[in-house]
């Protein structure tokens, strides 16, 4: 395979977009990347989506992008792994470039779920389990991951607080970055006043559903001078996706497997990644993300957030965009905004939240509760 | 890229299979490709489905499935093109061999239509064509392509029954799959007389849904020795998702463009495909791609029907195990039966529908009405 670089990246807020269609959502974040890059079109289009066949009553979305962004006729294709189909299209776009058959690639990642109501959306979003077995006994996808975090929590001995640190740093990063979907600080207090959900899970532990789209523009890297974004890592793992069949419910072997892969492709170690975007759907799997990841022995993830390392000052920073918590959730779009957080970081463009001499930094987007886990190391080169 | 050839094939038959999960479905047919590869397992899945967030509630199938045929913890995606589902998932597994990345992937298309009552598996289906736009006027799919064989009927003069040849054919040829949903020859008569679905498209024009699943294993061309099926070409294309959007909608502007590019990878022209296997949705489908393919001037597909030109001894064979039309439409599984099928035909493993000699064999997949069309091209080599 042939070295890949990201030439561009576009964003758009994340927000209740009552007034854009889902194709304008994906279009606004598709411009925004190709005028980043400085072209008029890419050769092909990768679509990661869950939700649009469900709340939107739209498929063949590759299609229906390619066409609304001006690409009229490429190759255009949707992939789909529950929350975590944006950076499993990435991934098809990535492969699509090193394989040689196309000379760039835009990869947009869209999602609008708030035209529908709240439990509706609870009952779309189940589709990411197993629908033979957990969802037919009427568990929710909150309900799958209380049930974990109460199990990590009895196991290792933490108190529901520990895990305060994760949504207060989300929220905290969030205020610097225009386009999350929460800007408002949180306390310890508050964290453990909030409204419960699926006990041991409230609502300041959950991150919000919302709208918006991000994207990323693929070329090969020789096409390139000068500084540039490499992938220098991309791997794709999964698991059972019933969490009652894993060997063990509380490690996530998809992000071991995933990210060991990364590692080696990438050539380097956990301790060498600057900035990890993990996926935090809930605050339980940002602990389990830093475990599974090597960045905290098992059963200790919560004490990194608890010491302050994972701050954009920390030994690990996460979240420096706000996170699935506080930058927002819109499930299929969720893989490319943390790319597109990741190279934002790698640029030196993240202000107060930025890290310090960021140079190889870390996404990683999980499908269902831990069953599709997909891995990207970006690393920036002169 | 590195050449890719097909090891393994397999398949269900076609049916309503009230008694298998999606899942069961999608293993009977990868199982059988895994032993006729003589292997075990393969590195990778790619799923290629259209219909189960909406009819079974399951979201991240890649996984769900990879689960299921025991390949625990391999890499697994889903791709959904609507109708061209299953090209576009065998067209992801051979990037991802070709490229270097995956040493095999088992390339599964599924799908389980019938637990759902008929207007709503209706609904589901409008998710192909634009919601914004067509689906919003109360327009079906088969309302659509409707309009579309109206009006080439009136700018080429050709009568309804004119059509029958590409019906008859497919009835005729499904006799001898064991594998194909309907089994019962048709005649002119019976085409003329069948009930309307809408109007000039009848029952016999349209090809039946249905549950099944069909499976390939693609490897690196130069692990085998002797006797190869080689991928020599593939291509995928796209055309406004909105048939009223199209420069002309009577030409198939993607299957000109994916086929033109599928030809030129091969090294071949039409007049080398020994056969041909299109996607007759309907039967002014199998018009259109006979033309836009370039075996047909504009507007004379009807006439290679009447030629006897489209059987199995004719000039140009197409459906010779049934097609859409007889042996069966399970939407996102049909690029794979058509692959499957071209397989068998280059085996000489057909019958009494067998092509004589048959050396390179085209299959085409079509999503929406025209809007996604991918083409493969398989040769045997010695």
């Known amino acids: ?26 279009g606004e974040a598709a411009f925004a990347a190709l005028n980043d890059a400085g072209i008029e079109r890419a050769d092909s289009l990768f679509v990661g989506n869950m939700l649009s066949p469900i709340i939107n009553h739209q498929n063949q979305l590759g299609t229906h992008i390619a066409d609304w962004v001006g690409m009229w006729g490429a190759e255009a294709t949707k992939i789909e792994a529950a929350c975590g189909s944006g950076a499993a299209a990435f991934r098809a776009g990535l492969m699509a470039v090193a394989s040689g058959e196309m000379e760039s690639a835009l990869v947009v990642g869209v999602e609008k779920m ?41 196991e290792f001995g933490w108190k529901h607080a520990d895990f305060a640190p994760f949504s207060i740093n989300a929220h905290a990063n969030a205020m610097h970055n225009p386009n999350a979907r929460l800007h408002q600080t949180i306390t310890l207090e508050q964290f453990e006043k909030s409204s419960m959900v699926a006990t041991p899970i409230n609502l300041l532990d ?11 523009i ?17 791997a794709s793992a999964t698991d059972t996706i019933a969490v009652h069949s894993r060997r063990d419910p509380l490690f996530l072997a998809a992000a071991y497997a995933s990210s060991k892969r990364a590692y080696g492709m990438a ?10 975007e993990l996926h ?32 954009p000052k ?34 030196g463009e993240c202000g107060e939240t930025q890290v310090a001499d960021a140079r190889i930094g870390m996404a990683q987007n999980i499908g269902g509760s831990g069953a599709t886990i997909l891995t990207h190391i970006l690393r920036v080169t002169d």
């Open 280 to 311: 935090d759907a809930f605050s339980i799997m940002s602990a389990l993300s830093l475990e599974a990841c090597g960045f905290a022995e098992r059963g200790q993830g919560p004490r990194l957030g608890l010491d302050g390392e994972i701050t």
């Open 218 to 234: 693929l070329v090969p890297a020789e096409k390139l001078k000068g500084r540039k974004i490499m992938v220098a890592g991309s």
């Open 114 to 154: 708030t035209d529908m109501a709240g439990h509706d959306v609870t009952s779309a979003l189940a589709t990411a389990a197993d629908a033979d077995y957990e969802v037919e006994q009427g568990v929710s996808f909150v309900g799958l991951n209380a049930l974990v975090m109460r199990r990590y929590m009895h």
């Open 206 to 216: 959950a991150s919000p559903i919302g709208d918006g789209a991000a994207a990323a």
């Open 1 to 26: 395979m042939r070295p890949v670089a990201i030439l561009g990246i576009g964003q758009t807020k994340i927000d209740e977009h009552w007034d854009k269609s889902l194709k304008e959502l994906a």
């Open 314 to 347: 920390g030994r690990v920073p996460v979240c420096t965009r706000g996170g699935l918590k506080a930058r927002g959730h819109p499930v299929g779009a969720t893989g490319l905004y943390q790319i597109v957080e990741v190279v934002q970081q790698l640029r």
């Open 267 to 276: 050539g380097v170690t956990s301790a060498e990644i600057d900035v990890f």
